[in-house]
């Protein structure tokens, strides 16, 4: 099970961390993948982080803006994305990764956390 | 980066009915392929994997066919609570694009 935290209302320029709590697995042997959603659009990979030792791997999109972190204490997940644009605006999702491993899927998905950017 | 294309972007169809949802690879990605269902307000739910099994718990009438570049999602007699969004996601090469989603609607 992914829980991720909740709804986050920011301003454009500001940053915003969410995070994602998992349970029921062995942390260490899955990573987490991010994907997110503006209103009405589709699904867009924003990254990947290994549960075992922290390797990332975002996307081109993204880089420079993102970091994804995690706590193998707690068995957490974060997303951070800083100098946040209206057009972050979005449902951003957690899902866990099998990945090195197999097989490859993103399976379960947290519940989501919306993020809206206003002036 | 490797495109996904899904065709088409709505499908119409009536419950009962065999549906058949596209999705086009600008390379080559063998079969390391999903098909996710999202349904309004809710996070998408992983259907097949690996191109063509069925992750734990989906009905038998869903099933994935393909490799290489052309896959398929079908799903064999349409129930009323299949009518929703469907992405395929590609897991071959960063970064992991999903298409642009198909729409099962009741006709």
């Known amino acids: 099970q992914l829980v991720q935290s909740g709804v986050e209302v920011k301003k454009p320029g500001a940053s915003v961390k969410i995070s994602c709590k998992t349970s029921g697995y062995t942390f260490r042997s899955y990573a987490l993948s991010w994907v997110r959603q503006a209103p009405g659009q589709g699904l867009e990979w924003m990254g990947w982080i290994n549960g075992y030792n922290g390797d990332t791997k975002y996307s081109q999109k993204f880089q420079g803006r993102v970091i994804m972190t995690i706590d193998a204490s707690t068995k957490t997940g974060f997303l951070e994305l800083r100098s946040l644009r209206s057009d972050d605006t979005a449902i951003y999702y957690c899902a866990r990764d099998p990945y090195p491993y197999s097989p490859r899927w993103l399976d379960p998905w947290g519940q989501g956390t919306l993020v809206s950017v206003s002036p | 980066e490797t495109v996904l294309t899904q065709s088409p972007v709505t499908l119409s169809l009536s419950p009962g009915e065999r549906a058949t949802l596209s999705c086009r690879a600008s390379?080559?990605?063998?079969?390391?392929l999903a098909w996710y269902q999202q349904k309004p307000g809710q996070a998408p739910r992983l259907l097949i994997f690996d191109a063509s099994n069925r992750a734990p718990g989906v009905p038998g009438r869903f099933s994935g066919s393909g490799s290489g570049t052309d896959f398929t999602l079908t799903i064999s007699s349409l129930e009323p609570e299949d009518f929703a969004l469907y992405y395929c996601?590609?897991?071959?090469?960063?970064?992991?694009?999903f298409g642009q989603g198909t729409k099962l609607e009741i006709k």
């Open positions: 996601q590609q897991l071959t090469d960063w970064p992991r694009t």
């Open positions: 390379q080559s990605i063998s079969t390391y």
